[in-house]
């Protein structure tokens, strides 16, 4: 069983910075393709970002690309989310997730970590 834990959230003010980290535990992290969502309230869970196994190919939203980066550390079982520039419409709770390679959809999810940006 996989299990992963976000933190890092916080309140920030816009323009400012975040860095979110999700550590992951159970298997090995090389397996899977590692993403992260948000959901704000009333609206949608989105994706935001995503990284392959072996951390050479990375997805962003439109929403975020050019101020947040995904990495990840394979050997520390780690993903993180460099979150800069923040906005007001940031705001949401993040959620880190994890897809076995062989399988389609994303199957492990964090409880989700709070990132509010006053404007």
């Known amino acids: 069983q996989v299990q992963l834990v976000e933190s890092g959230g916080g309140l920030v003010q816009a323009g400012g910075s975040l860095r979110l980290s999700c550590v992951v535990s159970g298997r090995t992290l090389s397996r899977y393709e590692m993403g992260w969502f948000r959901q704000a309230p009333g609206k949608e869970r989105e994706f935001v970002a995503s990284?392959?196994?072996?951390?050479?190919?990375?997805t962003y939203a439109d929403s975020v690309k050019g101020r947040f980066t995904i990495a990840r550390d394979n050997a520390k079982n780690t993903v993180s989310l460099q979150m800069n520039s923040l906005k007001a419409e940031d705001t949401a709770v993040y959620y880190c997730a994890a897809r076995d390679i062989e399988t389609p959809k994303y199957s492990y999810w964090g409880q989700g970590t709070q990132v509010t940006v006053s404007s």
């Open positions: 990284i392959s196994s072996s951390g050479g190919y990375r």
